[in-house]
């Protein structure tokens, strides 16, 4: 029983490592989550992305495209199976695109899930690969925002959250 409570501890810490890292454009933290040559496949059309090409890729796209995003986790199910464990996600993602001479701000909206695979290789569970499944998605302008004057989170390591972090 202990066994699976760390297990499920580690799986839990590598899907929160993969949203911390998209969220604060961080490849280092998006990498972790991930054995080495881990694959991942719906990123990208009929292809099999391996982390390595996929982690500083995504974050200059989210850099370049969006002011900022928020991926989050929900209905985690985690199944052991004689050679590892699947964990399927359900993920609910935000993207804020700035204003532009033809648009006003956006807000892209994606629903799916991320159908994992994780193995324990020395002791540690991550992710081996992958599977992304679109539920729906919605497009939506920013025609008004709370009036409130929030402190906003920063999408790099200057964010508070990395001078939390002890090692």
Known sequence: MNDYVNAEKQITDCLLSYTRGIDRLDP?????????????EGYQPDALVPIEDFALPVV??????????????????????????????YI????????????????????GRYIDYFENRNEEWRIAKRFLRADWTKIENIDEKMPNKFILGSRDKTDPIYGQIKN
């Open 60 to 89: 200059e796209r989210l850099k370049k495209r969006y002011s900022s995003t928020q991926h989050r986790l929900s209905n985690t199910k985690i199944d052991f199976k004689d050679n590892g464990a699947i964990a399927e996600s």
């Open 28 to 40: 280092e933290a998006i990498i972790a989550a991930f054995h080495p040559g881990a694959l991942l």
């Open 92 to 111: 609910l993602a935000y993207h804020v695109q700035p204003a532009d001479d033809e648009n006003p701000e956006r807000l892209w909206t994606f629903s």
